[in-house]
């Protein structure tokens, strides 16, 4: 060979490297843009076309991905391209009874090649089988790994002859396992952190059910309650002979008042499975006040307790949710009645108090109860947080979810002179000054 030809010979060889490096530059940028632009779903088909061009542009005849399973304990073909022609292959083929050797290699984060099947060593014999099965005959396979951790494996390999590799052709393909592990890894990442927060999601929505019939349970016994004791006392006075007309219409009235309040307190938890706020109205909220307090001064479990209602100037109109107030009154009033089992009967009162500052109303229930311990002042709001025996302690956490709800606060204090203060607190826009005592239903005063 004269000095010319050489010269000749070698240019060419370094535009072909200049003109392989450049395409396989070309097919590297491709492929990692293919992948930041493809939605999430799409992974498998990104892959696979990543896996055909790369064997194309390579002159390659097929490559495999192979993907550990969730427990580590499988790895299975999760992605391939080969020319068409070749041996079928199976998704989910898995390696350790397949391929042990080229398992165990993977394993210990090893890549490996080989130029034909006689370079595979004496313990890859049923590698060396199952290779034959497929076709391969030359071979090069490198880990995935990501953040220290093999997740699977990127194979290309000669189907037509056996293949002597190159360092750069190593190389190269070293750098596209790269960037498999790398985006492959994102994306398992990522689906993981999404299985994550929707499990996060279920449980917190299964929470919030278990908190839903909780609630549904609590608010339902007070008028069942009530439906029960007025109907056995109409039995009784029937059974008897002693009743008189007008007490079994007042029984009967109450029943149907009870009954009322039941079918309210389920309409408005079917409201708040909807996502739909409770349906709000311009009110008075001393009226309203006044008729809860006519309603609850029956409900046995206030039995023996004085409630008085002193209204003050609130304004006279205030969007609430009529049902969701008298909810909140309810628990208030049952939950101070209860804290007074062990106050003398002369003092057990219960003082409902409406009050109005530059714009927020306010809304005191006062009792002369054992008081709320300091330390439990912040707890007594918890769902299921309860010191009561029969208690479920959910009272307090609808109550100051329904306070929320209407852009108000609820919060408990101990009152200076023993008992308990809750004060459920309004913001509101309308000012209407109504006169004190003017409202329907008052108890009176303390
Ligand atoms: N007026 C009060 N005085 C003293 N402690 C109170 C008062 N109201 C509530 N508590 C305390 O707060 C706890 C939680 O009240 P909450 O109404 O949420 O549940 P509960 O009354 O125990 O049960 P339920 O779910 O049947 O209402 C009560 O168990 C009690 O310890
Ligand atoms: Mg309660």
């Known amino acids: 060979m004269n000095h010319t030809e050489k010269t000749t010979r070698h240019r060419g060889t370094a535009q072909h490297k200049l003109a392989s490096a450049l395409r396989l530059q070309r097919l590297l940028t491709e492929i990692s843009s293919r992948f930041v632009t493809s939605p999430q779903t799409a992974t498998r088909e990104i892959i696979e076309s990543a896996q055909r061009s790369i064997c194309e542009t390579l002159g390659l005849d097929r490559s495999t991905l192979w993907l550990f399973s969730d427990d580590g304990l499988e790895m299975a073909l999760t992605c391939y391209w080969q020319r068409p022609g070749s041996p079928p292959l199976r998704r989910n083929f898995v390696t350790r009874g397949n391929l042990p050797w080229a398992d165990r290699q993977i394993r210990e984060a090893k890549s490996f090649n080989f ?22 005959k030359a071979n090069v396979t490198f880990p995935l790994v990501t953040h220290g951790r093999v997740f699977g494996a990127l194979a290309f390999a000669k189907l037509t002859d056996e293949h002597l590799w190159t360092d750069e052709e190593v190389a190269s393909l070293e750098l596209i396992s790269q960037i498999f592990s790398h985006v492959i890894g994102k994306r398992r990442a990522e ?54 007309t007008h007490e079994i219409l007042a029984i009967l009235d109450d029943i149907i008042r009870a009954d009322k309040r039941a ?38 479990v206030n039995e023996g307790i004085d ?42 009162r219960i003082l409902i108090q409406t009050r109005a500052d530059e714009d927020m109303v306010h809304l005191h229930v006062r ?15 918890e769902p299921f947080h309860t010191t009561r025996p029969d208690g479920l302690g959910m009272g307090l956490a609808i ?47 303390e």
Not at 115 to 136: K, V
Not at 317 to 330: G, N, P, R, T
């Open 115 to 136: 130029s034909s099947l006689a370079d595979l060593p004496p313990e890859a014999d049923r590698d060396r089988e199952i290779f034959r099965l497929y076709g391969t």
């Open 191 to 244: 689906e993981r952190a999404d299985q994550l927060r929707d499990e996060i999601q279920r449980s917190s929505r299964a929470a919030v059910l278990g908190e839903l019939a909780a609630a549904l349970a609590h608010e339902i016994n007070q008028p069942l309650t009530t439906i029960l004791s007025n109907a056995q006392a109409a039995r009784r006075f029937i059974t008897r002979g002693s009743a008189e």
């Open 263 to 300: 079918a309210g307190v389920v309409r408005n938890l079917r409201e708040m499975l909807g996502d739909k706020p409770a349906q709000r109205e311009l009110l008075c909220l001393n009226e309203l006040v006044a008729e809860s307090c006519a309603l609850f001064a029956n409900d046995p």
């Open 307 to 348: 409630l008085m209602f002193d209204p003050g100037h609130v304004p006279a109109h205030i969007k609430l949710a009529s049902v969701e107030i008298q909810q909140l009154l309810a628990n208030l009033i049952a939950n101070a009645s209860h804290a007074m089992s062990g106050t003398p009967p002369d003092r057990r």
């Open 367 to 381: 009792d002369h109860g054992h008081g709320i311990p300091p330390e439990h002042l912040d707890r007594i709001f």
């Open 399 to 445: 109550c100051r979810r329904i306070a929320e709800a209407h852009g108000g606060t609820l919060k408990a204090a101990n009152h200076q002179s023993g008992g308990a203060v809750f004060t459920f607190s309004l913001p509101f826009v309308v000012r209407r000054p109504e006169p004190t005592g003017t409202s329907r239903g008052s108890l009176g005063r």
